[in-house]
């Protein structure tokens, strides 16, 4: 069964603002990167050798072929949404940090852990808030491939109109 198909399957109820507290935990559906993901993206975002051929990336601190951090992140992105983050609205930053402790490597399995740090409802704009989310994507081993915190707008459940 693909992500995409798990996700259909049992796809999770989309969070409101209201229905999140601090601690609740999220964990996303997994993508298998290959090698031909890796230079794919690599050519048409970031051609560095080290993410494009094997022989080059020997020599670099990464001692063989690395995907971008950059295309971590977007498959963090895309576990998110698929999943690893069911947030009504979408998810819609509002800043961050980013860290890659480890590369992500050609047959690596990743998956996307998620726990809400806090839940702000916004003083001047009662239809939303702010949370902010700890992100850590892992793959097969449990080694942390890349680790985010991010402040996410989130919408508050429509009011229900008086009876």
Known sequence: MTSDSMMEAGAP?????????????FTSP??????AQIKAFALQFDPQPFH????????????GLAASGWHTAALTMRLLVKGGA????????????IAWPKPTRPGDV????????????????PDRGMV????????QHGDVLQQSTF?????????????
Request: no cysteine; proline share 8%.
């Open 52 to 63: 494009l051929d094997h022989e080059a990336a020997k020599g670099t601190l990464f001692g």
């Open 30 to 35: 997994e993508h298998e990167l290959d090698e």
């Open 110 to 125: 990743l998956h996307v852990e998620s726990k809400i740090v806090s839940v702000t409802p916004s003083k001047s704009r």
């Open 86 to 97: 069911p947030l009504a609205g979408g998810i819609i930053g509002a800043g961050g940090e």
């Open 132 to 139: 902010v989310v700890s992100s850590t994507t892992l793959n």
């Open 151 to 163: 402040k996410l707008v989130v919408p508050r459940r429509a009011a229900s109109p008086a009876p």
């Open 13 to 25: 109820a989309l969070r409101y603002l209201d229905d999140l507290q601090p601690g609740d935990r």
